[in-house]
């Protein structure tokens, strides 16, 4: 099975612009949730879709937003970029294995604001 | 509150000792624990994943031990090599039907000839 794909992989952007990024999940995998990666904070979760209905929501402002399409794959928007949204973002797909949720995660989208 | 708690923050071993990584968490109620292992700049893999009951998991030079009664998990790599350089991340998950993840704030190790 292919692993899960992001897209693009870097990104520089200046603020005050939006950005879309992609995730295409495992084939059957239909959870995708997005996450925010930077030095000193780890990952933060942003938000989780499941079958295109977003179920869980971190603590992000409104300009992060996300939807998911039939197919399961995922795209998150970042509007009126910040510096602080320099990060590398990371998508990551689950199915639930019966003992808990297994959950892979791309290669990560690389954004930098400038 | 849930929260994932790593240590050390940062670890520097030579190449072919063995070290060990931990990871104290407050989530409760439990599902399972994973180690996560990332290299700068990509996405994590997963090494191992422990349900409650289980308190050993190897994963080659990768051992996790859990004890859900203190809350503690391990990581333990033995005989290291460099390309065991790399962030280490405990993951806990909630006992939801949602996907319901608390993360560390990883464990950088940097395996040195």
């Known amino acids: 099975k292919a692993g899960v794909t992001q897209t693009p992989r870097y990104l520089i952007k200046t603020r005050g612009q939006q950005v879309t990024l992609s995730c295409s999940p495992i084939s059957g995998h239909r959870s995708v949730s997005w996450y925010q990666q930077t030095p000193g904070q780890g990952l933060q979760f942003l938000f989780e879709y499941f079958s295109e209905t977003q179920r869980n929501k971190g603590n992000f402002p409104g300009r992060f937003s996300g939807r998911q399409f039939s197919n399961s794959r995922s795209e998150m928007n970042v509007s009126t970029l910040e510096l602080g949204d320099s990060a590398l973002y990371l998508c990551?797909?689950?199915?639930?294995?019966?003992?808990?949720?297994?959950?892979?995660f791309g290669p990560g989208t690389r954004l930098t604001v400038t | 509150k849930n929260q994932v708690e790593q240590s050390p923050q940062s670890l520097i071993i030579l190449e072919g000792k063995n070290c060990t990584l931990q990871?104290?968490?407050?989530?409760?109620?439990?599902?399972?624990l994973r180690w996560y292992k990332q290299d700068t700049g990509r996405g994590p893999v997963s090494l191992t994943i422990?349900?409650?009951?289980?308190n050993t998991k190897s994963n080659g030079r990768y051992t996790a031990t859990l004890d859900a009664d203190t809350k503690q998990s391990s990581l333990h790599i033995t005989a290291s090599q460099l390309s065991d350089s790399a962030s280490y991340i405990c993951v806990v998950s909630l006992q939801t039907g949602a996907n319901n993840l608390f993360f560390g704030t990883g464990t950088r190790l940097t395996v040195i000839p």
């Open positions: 990551a797909s689950s199915f639930d294995s019966g003992s808990g949720y297994e959950q892979y």
């Open positions: 422990m349900t409650f009951s289980e």
């Open positions: 990871c104290n968490y407050t989530v409760s109620p439990f599902s399972n």
